[in-house]
C-alpha cells in the first residue's frame, strides 16, 4: 500500500498517523512505505495507545451499535444506491394486487404531503413570531409602550396617521422624567447600546455553548447538503431551537444581518425533524433531500413574502431541477405564504414590512443612465463585499480572536451600536429602513427623516452614502461571526441607499434645468414629480444583492412580487444583468459559494467547465499514491487499522493490479465490528478476501463491495470526467487500462479543480464531529489547510 491524502475523499486529515501501524506488527513492503512518510515521536505514541485500546475492544467483542447511521457526518451519499432503493419501493408497490396496491402508493405518498403542510404552516409560523419578537426587542431598546410592556411602537401607535405624534410611545428618557437634554441623550445612548451588547452576546453564548452549527447564514450548508453532502448535526432540533431564539436576539440587537438567510436553514431543520417520525426518510438520503429542497423555499417565501420568488430561487440556487421536488416546492411555498399573510405579524395584511407598490407612471428612456450606473456600482460593491469578507473570516480563523468569539460579538456590537446611534439611517431598525426608502414622497403621510426635503438633498445624500459606506464596514465584519446572521437585508439596504442618493441626484438635476434635452419626456413644471427616488432604491438593491449574491431569475421574480410594478421589470432585470456582468469580472464566485469553498463542503456548481486540452490525469491520484487492499495479501489486523483511521472515505480492492472493486470505509468498519475474537494475535493471523472462495478459511468480505463503478481511461478530457461528476451525482470514477487500476478521481477532486482560482480554498475547514461538539472554538487551528503537501 501507499497513501496519498486526496485519495478517496478525506474525513479526518489529522489522523495521517493511521495510514501506518507499529512497526513491530507484520506487514507488507507497501505497508512499510507507509510507516517511512509518517514522523514518528508523537504519533507513534498516540498509534501505541490507540493500538491497545483497539486490542481490548476486540478481545471483549464489538462495542458500537448495530443499527446506527449509514453514514457519518462528513461523507457524501452513494446517489446510485438511494435513487435504486426509492424505485424498488414504488415496483414492490407494484407486486400487489386489488385495494393494497390502490391504498398503499397513497399512503406512501401521504408521507410526503404530511411533512410539505407541517413544514410550511411551522415556517409561517415561526416567521410571524420572529418578526414580532424582533420589532418587540428592537424597538425596546429606544423606549417602551405606556399601557403595554409587550408592544412594540408600531403595535402601541396603531391607529395614528404618520406624523402624528404618538402619546402612549415613550423614549426611556421620557419615561423616567430626565429633565436635562445632555442626560437625556447619554440614557438613551446608554440604554441602545447596552441591550444590543446583551441581546448579541446571549445569542453568541447560546450558539458557542450548544448549537455551534446555528451560527452564520446556512445557506452553503444546505446547498452542500442537497448535493448530497451528509450533515445530519446541522439539522437537529436543538440547532433549530438555538437558531430561531438566537436569530430574533442578533437581528433586534442592530447588527448589519438580517433573518431571509437563517429562516432557509430553519425551515430545513423543521422538515428534517419533521421526516424523522418516518422510516422512509430516515433510511432514504434521496428522499430526505427532496423534502429538504421543498423546505428550502418556504424559507424563502416567509423571509420576502414572495412565493414564486421562492421556487425559482430553489431551481435556480439549490438544484432543485426535478420535477416532482419543483411541484412540492411550490406547496409548501404557498402554505407557507398563506400561514404568514394569516398571521399577519405587522399588521398591515402584507407579507413583508417593505412591501411597496411602484409608480404607475412609465419610466423614461434617459433613466436607463442613472440605472445602469447602479448596476455597475451593485456589481463592484458586491465583488468588493465578498473579497474583504472572506479576507476577514480568513483573518478572523488565524488572528488573536478565534478563540474568543463572545468577546468579538460584544465588541463588535458595542462598536456598531455606538456609531448606528450617531447616524439617523442606521439607528432605526434595516427593515423600517429599506420599507422607507422604498417609498415615494408623499405629503399626506409625512416626511421620513428628511428624504422629501427637497431643499437639503445635498445633505440626505451624504447622510445616504455615509450609510451606505457603514452598512458594507458592518456586513464585512459581522457576517461570519458566531451568531446566526443572513446577509440579505443588510446587502439590500445598502444598495437602496445608494439607488435613493442616486434617485435624489437626478431629481435635484431636474430641479435645476428642466428645460434639459435629457429631461424632454418629463413635464416642463419642475413641481410636477418626474423622478422616482423610490423605484431607483428598488433598482439599487437589486443591484446590489445580485452583485453579492450572483441571482438572477430568482432575483427579479422576488424583487417584482415585492414591488408589484410589471411595467418595471425591464429596469430590474436590466439592473441583475449589469451587476452579475461586473461582479463576475472580478471572480465567478457568489457570497455563497465562497463560504463553500472556505469551508471544502464537497459541492459541485453546475456552472459549464472547459479545459485546455488537459486529460483526467491532471487531477488523477495515480496508483502509485492510493491506499489500496490487495485482497491476496490482507489480513484482518490491517484492515482493522484501515477502519479505524476513518481518515478516507474508502479503498480500492485490486487483485495483485487487477481492479476488483471499492469498498467504503463505514462499510468495512461495520463489517469488522460484527466480529469477535479472542486474542489480538487472532486479528494478524486471519486472513481475508473480497473475492468469494469456495472453502476459504478466514473472513469473506466479498459482501462490502460496492456495485461495479464507472471505468475510464487516462486519456478522457478532464472537462467530459467534471460534466459526468456534475450530471450523475458520482462520488468516484476508477481509471484502468485493460483491467488494471492506473488511478482514481473522487469528487473532493473534482471540487479541486473548480475552486484552483480560489486563493481561500479550504482556509475554514473544520472536521464535522469536534465543530459539532463546539471543539473549534476551544482551539487554535495548527494548519487551516486540510489538504497535507
Given at each position: ?19 501506518s501501524?507499529?512497526s513491530n ?14 514522523e ?8 501505541r ?24 457526518d ?36 401521504s408521507?410526503?404531503?404530511?411533512v ?28 417602551r ?6 408592544y ?9 396617521d404618520?406624523?402624528e405624534?404618538?402619546?402612549e410611545w ?22 441602545y ?5 446583551a ?9 458557542k ?9 446556512g ?21 433549530l ?19 431571509e ?16 417520525f ?41 438544484d ?34 417593505f412591501?411597496?407598490?411602484a409608480?404607475s407612471?412609465?419610466w ?23 473579497r ?25 456590537t ?15 431598525p434595516?427593515?423600517?429602513?429599506v ?6 414622497c ?29 452598512k458594507i ?29 442616486v ?27 418626474c423622478i422616482?427616488?423610490?423605484f ?10 445580485g ?47 465562497s ?9 459541485l ?7 485546455s486540452?488537459?486529460t483526467a490525469?491532471?487531477?488523477?491520484t495515480?496508483i502509485?499514491n ?12 490491517d ?40 486474542s489480538?494475535d ?9 473475492v ?14 460496492e ?39 473522487t ?22 464531529a ?20
Amino acid at each position: 500500500m501507499s497513501v496519498d491524502a486526496h485519495s478517496a475523499g478525506q474525513i479526518a486529515p489529522e489522523r495521517q498517523a493511521w495510514a501506518s501501524w507499529d512497526s513491530n506488527t507484520s506487514h507488507s513492503k507497501d505497508s512499510a512505505e507507509i510507516h517511512n512518510r509518517v514522523e514518528h515521536d508523537a504519533e507513534d505514541a498516540l498509534l501505541r495507545e490507540e493500538m491497545s485500546t483497539l486490542d481490548d475492544e476486540y478481545t471483549s467483542g464489538p462495542k458500537v451499535r448495530q443499527d446506527g447511521p449509514r453514514y457519518v457526518d462528513g461523507e457524501t451519499i452513494d446517489w446510485y444506491k438511494e435513487e435504486a432503493s426509492s424505485r424498488a419501493e414504488v415496483q414492490h408497490f407494484q407486486t400487489y394486487r386489488g385495494l393494497r396496491r390502490l391504498v398503499l402508493p397513497l399512503l406512501a405518498a401521504s408521507k410526503f404531503w404530511f411533512v410539505i403542510v407541517v413544514t410550511g404552516v411551522g415556517v409561517g409560523v415561526v416567521g410571524a413570531f420572529l418578526d414580532i419578537l424582533v420589532a418587540w426587542l428592537g424597538d425596546l431598546r429606544v423606549g417602551r409602550c405606556t399601557y403595554g410592556f409587550f408592544y412594540s411602537q408600531s403595535q402601541c401607535c396603531k391607529g395614528y396617521d404618520a406624523g402624528e405624534i404618538c402619546l402612549e410611545w415613550k423614549a426611556w428618557s421620557q419615561w423616567f422624567n430626565v429633565p436635562s437634554l445632555g442626560l437625556q441623550s447619554l440614557l438613551q445612548s446608554f440604554i441602545y447600546v447596552f441591550l444590543a451588547v446583551a441581546f448579541a452576546s446571549v445569542a453568541a453564548y447560546f450558539v458557542k455553548m450548544h448549537a455551534p452549527y446555528a451560527f452564520h447564514t446556512g445557506i452553503p450548508e444546505i446547498k452542500a447538503i442537497l448535493g448530497g453532502y451528509v450533515l445530519d448535526s446541522f439539522l437537529g432540533p436543538w440547532t433549530l431551537l438555538i437558531k430561531a431564539v438566537g436569530l430574533a436576539l442578533a437581528v433586534a440587537s442592530g447588527l448589519s444581518l438580517g433573518k431571509e438567510g437563517p429562516l432557509v436553514h430553519i425551515a430545513c431543520c423543521m422538515a428534517f425533524v419533521a421526516s424523522r417520525f418516518f422510516k422512509a426518510f430516515r433510511e432514504n438520503e434521496a428522499e430526505k433531500r427532496r423534502i429538504l429542497a421543498a423546505a428550502a423555499t418556504a424559507g424563502v417565501s416567509v423571509a420576502f413574502g414572495s412565493p414564486l420568488g421562492g421556487v425559482i430561487f430553489g431551481i435556480e440556487e439549490l438544484d432543485t431541477y426535478h420535477e416532482d421536488v419543483a411541484w412540492r416546492a411550490f406547496v409548501t411555498s404557498v402554505i407557507a405564504a398563506v400561514t404568514l399573510q394569516y398571521m399577519d405579524p405587522f399588521g398591515t395584511s402584507k407579507l413583508v414590512l417593505f412591501g411597496v407598490t411602484a409608480s404607475s407612471e412609465p419610466w423614461k428612456a434617459f433613466e436607463l443612465i442613472p440605472w445602469l450606473f447602479l448596476g455597475v456600482m451593485g456589481g463592484l460593491l458586491g465583488a468588493l463585499l465578498i473579497r474583504m469578507n472572506v479576507a476577514m473570516a480568513v483573518y478572523r480563523r488565524n488572528g488573536p480572536l478565534y478563540e474568543w468569539p463572545l468577546l468579538e460579538v460584544i465588541g463588535v456590537t458595542a462598536v456598531t451600536a455606538a456609531v448606528s446611534y450617531l447616524v439617523v439611517f442606521l439607528r432605526v431598525p434595516t427593515a423600517e429602513l429599506v420599507a422607507n426608502l422604498f417609498l415615494e414622497c408623499d405629503a399626506s403621510k409625512g416626511d421620513y427623516h428628511g428624504l422629501c426635503n427637497l431643499d437639503a438633498i445635498s445633505e440626505t445624500v451624504f447622510l445616504l452614502l455615509l450609510t451606505a459606506a457603514l452598512k458594507i464596514v458592518f456586513t464585512i465584519v459581522t457576517f461570519g461571526m458566531m451568531i446566526p446572521a443572513g446577509i440579505f437585508l443588510p446587502t439590500i439596504a445598502i444598495g437602496a441607499c445608494l439607488g435613493r442618493a442616486v434617485g435624489l441626484i437626478v431629481q435635484g438635476i431636474h430641479r435645476a434645468h428642466p428645460g434639459a434635452w435629457l429631461f424632454s419626456a418629463c413635464p416642463p413644471d419642475p413641481t410636477v414629480r418626474c423622478i422616482s427616488p423610490g423605484f431607483y432604491s428598488v433598482i439599487g438593491a437589486t443591484a446590489m444583492l445580485g452583485g453579492v449574491t450572483r441571482m438572477t431569475v430568482s432575483l427579479v421574480v422576488i424583487m417584482f412580487e415585492l414591488t408589484g410594478a410589471l411595467s418595471h421589470v425591464l429596469p430590474i432585470m436590466i439592473a441583475v444583468m449589469s451587476s452579475k456582468w461586473v461582479a463576475d469580472a472580478f471572480g465567478k464566485e457568489g457570497i455563497y459559494a465562497s463560504w463553500i469553498a472556505m469551508r471544502d463542503y464537497p459541492w459541485l456548481s453546475g456552472a459549464e467547465y472547459k479545459d485546455s486540452g488537459e486529460t483526467a490525469e491532471r487531477c488523477m491520484t495515480s496508483i502509485e499514491n492510493l491506499v489500496t487492499i490487495d485482497s491476496d495479501d490482507c489480513n484482518l489486523h490491517d484492515l482493522v487499522i484501515l477502519a479505524r483511521a476513518r481518515q478516507f472515505h474508502g479503498y480500492p480492492v485490486v487483485k495483485g493490479k487487477t481492479l476488483i472493486g471499492y469498498v467504503t470505509n463505514q462499510r468495512l468498519y461495520e463489517a469488522i465490528e460484527s466480529r469477535r475474537f479472542d486474542s489480538p494475535d487472532v486479528l494478524q493471523r486471519t486472513r481475508c478476501t473480497f473475492v468469494r472462495k469456495p472453502l476459504f478459511d478466514g473472513v469473506d468480505l466479498s459482501e462490502t463491495l460496492e456495485p461495479p463503478s464507472i471505468n475510464l481511461r487516462n486519456e478522457v478530457s478532464l472537462e467530459l470526467v467534471v460534466l459526468m461528476f456534475q450530471k450523475l451525482n458520482l462520488r468516484y470514477i476508477m481509471f484502468s487500462r485493460e483491467g488494471c487500476l492506473t488511478g482514481m478521481v473522487t469528487k473532493k477532486d473534482i471540487v479541486s479543480v473548480m475552486t484552483s482560482q480560489f486563493e481561500q480554498r479550504a482556509a475554514l475547514y473544520e472536521d464535522p464531529a469536534e465543530f459539532a461538539r463546539g471543539a473549534v472554538w476551544r482551539r487554535k487551528p495548527q494548519n487551516s489547510n486540510p489538504h497535507p503537501p
